[in-house]
């Protein structure tokens, strides 16, 4: 295809939509940023869990079943820290250990994320750029009625189990965007918001300063994370409910409202269309589940055919 | 038996020695002293290669092949960062890496090295005292044709093989004793100097301060980590000639002449005790090859046995 496009992920569901993007639009027509919000220090390591999501499905390393982490994994660091009695929630594979230990190395000798993580995508082979939203520390902190508690140990170590009461994103009001990150949205013809949690994965990047404005006037296209009520795995769902707002794909689309051109629903929910479009949002319907290699490129497809046709509405107005 | 000694050691020979002894003395008869010159810094992690072949050996883990690292080791760590070009000339096991993250954690958040070696202990069900020589930084340098290595560039990095010129012990001036280091000699009838290399396992234990003064009238007893002229393992006998000294146990004995009261040496040096007598150090000869695990505690016994001989003789005097 002949668009340009800037595609805004987190993990695993964002992930999964870049990658049927990569095999559809090459590295000079596909940039791709990643949620560093989740990022956070554990065992004086440096983890960005989205990035490395992205960086192993597209390196096609990603552990399939898990959703996070390495195929061909092996736990013997893991399961020796847990005799130490250290703690093991985050769960670290031997494979994986060497991406942490390598990048921490890169950063504490001074080098940015985005060149860590431009480096790690020469060594997996990956020809597109993937950017991390900014190189400075921003740290999702989930508001909980069990106090706030940083993305990681909210997600994870409690299961997000914790009563949701908010957001916040410390450090964002002083974060840049990582170098290319706008000139990558003004460069493109429109912008992809990946089927990841709108809470926690897109907005820290929505957040970013100079991106709300960068994407004013563009053709930004979402697909919805929540299919008939529910997240496809993760809180999303769950947040939405928590905030007063009933699951659903009108309400990411009310949630994106200021941004977005148009939104792929699923067909289970074929009927929202109406009440999304009275948003002044185009809606699309698909399947928009990815549950094989095939349909994420299949998905990719109608999100790319989806946004051609927005762009062409677009030009005749 | 009723002695109470404190043994000094290095890594591989003085790690069994050190294991015979455990098995003849109990913890309130035997405390156990460690060089952390080797200590260092590598990919972010504080490694103590001497106090963990010590650790891994009383605690039954240690490799019997290599000397140094685990039993039941996997490499997948370092097999996926020597992918990402990151140096891995210090072999790192998937085991391994949880002491090293788990010490590095421990000492981030201010525990001194003795107290996280003593939490070690206890998770290996160790009994016996092992103490750091110090809880502060020093670092072994050995000068060379090629400029000046930290020890574990010498010994691992450059495979021993540049010429040595000299050896210092950089931070020793400002390095306290660890706490109980010098109280245990005060307590200990004998100190036990363990088959270990003396320019680079034993020397900077003795340089720590207030160690030399400690051990003035008491009975000092070295095994000679040189038997017919070689080190069982590593450069001890290259650093002697390279120092212009002709390496024997003789040579070992003079190099420690200062502090020494006796010597064991091997049946193959046998030829070489009234050489050493004339120094005015004691010599025993004994079979101190410890190639199995029953050696090391007949070594042990043959070295203690000795220690009470030398003990009954002082008492005379």
Same mark, same amino acid.
């Given at each position: 295809?002949?668009?340009?496009?800037?595609?805004?992920?987190?993990?695993?569901?964002?992930?999964?939509?870049?990658?049927?993007?990569?095999?559809?639009?090459?590295?000079?027509?596909?940039?791709?940023?990643?949620?560093?919000?989740?990022?956070?220090?554990?065992?004086?390591?440096?983890?960005?869990?989205?990035?490395?999501?992205?960086?192993?499905?597209?390196?096609?390393?990603?552990?399939?079943?898990?959703?996070?982490?390495?195929?061909?994994?092996?736990?013997?660091?893991?399961?020796?820290?847990?005799?130490?009695?250290?703690?093991?929630?985050?769960?670290?594979?031997?494979?994986?250990?060497?991406?942490?230990?390598?990048? &921490?190395?890169?950063?504490?000798?001074?080098?940015?994320?985005?060149?860590? &993580?431009?480096?790690?995508?020469?060594?997996?082979?990956?020809?597109?750029?993937?950017?991390?939203?900014?190189?400075?520390?921003?740290?999702?902190?989930?508001?909980?009625?069990?106090?706030?508690?940083?993305?990681?140990?909210?997600?994870?170590?409690?299961?997000?189990?914790?009563?949701?009461?908010?957001?916040?994103?410390?450090?964002?009001?002083?974060?840049?965007?990582?170098?290319?990150?706008?000139?990558?949205?003004?460069?493109?013809?429109?912008?992809?918001?990946?089927?990841?949690?709108?809470?926690?994965?897109?907005?820290?990047?929505?957040?970013?300063?100079?991106?709300?404005?960068?994407?004013?006037?563009?053709?930004?296209?979402?697909?919805?994370?929540?299919?008939?009520?529910?997240?496809?795995?993760?809180?999303?769902?769950?947040?939405?409910?928590?905030?007063?707002?009933?699951?659903?794909?009108?309400?990411?689309?009310?949630?994106?409202?200021?941004?977005?051109?148009?939104?792929?629903?699923?067909?289970?929910?074929?009927?929202?269309?109406?009440?999304?479009?009275?948003?002044?949002?185009?809606?699309?319907?698909?399947?928009?589940?990815?549950?094989?290699?095939?349909?994420?490129?299949?998905?990719?497809?109608?999100?790319?055919?989806?946004?051609?046709?927005?762009?062409?509405?677009?030009?005749?107005?």
């Amino acid at each position: 295809m002949a668009l340009k496009v800037t595609a805004l992920a987190g993990g695993t569901g964002g992930a999964k939509l870049v990658d049927g993007l990569t095999g559809l639009l090459g590295s000079d027509r596909l940039t791709l940023v990643v949620n560093t919000g989740d990022d956070f220090e554990h065992l004086g390591l440096s983890i960005s869990p989205d990035l490395d999501t992205v960086t192993y499905t597209l390196a096609g390393l990603a552990n399939p079943q898990s959703g996070w982490g390495r195929t061909d994994e092996t736990w013997n660091f893991l399961q020796t820290l847990k005799e130490f009695g250290s703690p093991v929630w985050f769960r670290l594979g031997d494979r994986d250990l060497a991406l942490h230990v390598e990048r &921490t190395r890169r950063m504490k000798a001074g080098q940015p994320l985005s060149e860590v &993580t431009r480096t790690f995508c020469r060594i997996f082979g990956i020809d597109h750029v993937i950017l991390p939203m900014t190189d400075d520390p921003v740290q999702t902190i989930v508001e909980t009625d069990d106090g706030d508690l940083p993305f990681q140990e909210y997600f994870v170590k409690h299961s997000h189990e914790p009563e949701v009461r908010g957001f916040r994103f410390e450090g964002i009001e002083h974060a840049e965007p990582a170098p290319g990150f706008l000139p990558a949205i003004e460069d493109s013809d429109a912008v992809i918001l990946c089927p990841s949690n709108p809470w926690v994965s897109i907005d820290p990047i929505l957040s970013i300063r100079g991106v709300r404005e960068a994407l004013e006037g563009k053709v930004t296209v979402s697909v919805s994370p929540i299919i008939g009520g529910q997240a496809v795995r993760g809180p999303a769902a769950k947040m939405f409910a928590a905030m007063g707002i009933d699951p659903s794909a009108c309400a990411v689309a009310d949630h994106y409202k200021q941004i977005l051109t148009g939104i792929l629903i699923d067909e289970v929910d074929a009927d929202l269309a109406p009440e999304i479009e009275a948003l002044g949002i185009r809606a699309r319907v698909a399947n928009t589940m990815m549950k094989t290699q095939p349909d994420r490129k299949r998905l990719a497809e109608e999100v790319l055919t989806f946004t051609e046709e927005l762009l062409e509405v677009e030009s005749l107005q």
